[in-house]
């Protein structure tokens, strides 16, 4: 059980340039989100799905496109990278009709644009 | 909208000593309240929550009580140590999120020995 997986651990892009950060969860989780972390800052929810099929914008979503054909898979696409783009990025999941509403964390890409 | 502000940080301790990390949200209903810990490199990992007013969440030795009247949920621990160094971050889940969390600024704590 590797629980939330993310790739790459790191990346630098050039301004413009477009990327696909993947995530990936094996503990079947409904709830799927992409967090920001910008240093000094608390994290801010860029989107969120509550299911295959399913996703919404969350308090930061410009910039940025997701999909979730399979309840496993949650990736983050970057159009057109802007150096306000530059920060850590967590992806998380839940199922909180298990009965529990605890998030599970990946190991964050660091992405910095040029 | 739902907000949570954590003390100032960065906090510096001798390892043994007391621990507070201060929070306080604004939120509408009644949300559950969270403290995620992430260490050097890693993703956050909950360290505790508290579901209704007046729990205690604990683990680890930490301690935080859902206090409504004042709309807080401190952090403490009465002695930490070296192992405990890492950023700490408040949270709130409010009752129709869809399970989106609300994130304080987090604080980072370094001990020394």
């Known amino acids: 059980n590797a629980g939330v997986t993310q790739t790459p651990k790191f990346r630098i892009l050039k301004i413009g340039q477009s990327m696909t950060l993947q995530c990936t969860q094996d503990m079947n989780h409904n709830y799927m989100y992409w967090y920001r972390q910008d240093p000094g800052m608390g994290l801010k929810l860029i989107y969120y799905?509550?299911?295959?099929?399913?996703?919404d914008k969350g308090e930061v979503p410009n910039g940025y496109n997701v999909s979730r054909s399979t309840t496993e898979d949650f990736p983050l696409r970057l159009e057109l990278a802007a150096p306000s783009q530059t920060s850590v990025y967590f992806c998380a999941s839940s199922n909180p009709g298990q009965g529990s509403d605890e998030q599970y964390f990946g190991p964050g890409t660091r992405l910095t644009v040029t | 909208g739902n907000s949570v502000t954590q003390m100032e940080g960065p906090v510096t301790l001798s390892e043994e000593a007391f621990l507070t990390i201060n929070c306080t949200y604004t939120?509408?209903?009644?949300?559950?309240l969270f403290w995620y810990v992430q260490y050097p490199g890693e993703g956050l990992q909950l360290l505790l929550k508290?579901?209704?007013?007046?729990d205690k969440g604990s683990n680890k030795g930490f301690e935080a009580t859902y206090r409504k009247e004042t709309t807080s949920f401190h952090l403490e621990k009465g002695s930490v140590q070296v192992s405990d160094s890492a950023v700490y971050f408040c949270a709130l889940r409010g009752g129709t999120s869809y399970g989106k969390l609300t994130f304080g600024q987090g604080t980072i704590l370094t001990v020394h020995p």
């Open positions: 939120a509408t209903g009644y949300p559950s």
């Open positions: 508290a579901t209704k007013a007046d």
């Open positions: 799905s509550v299911g295959a099929g399913i996703t």
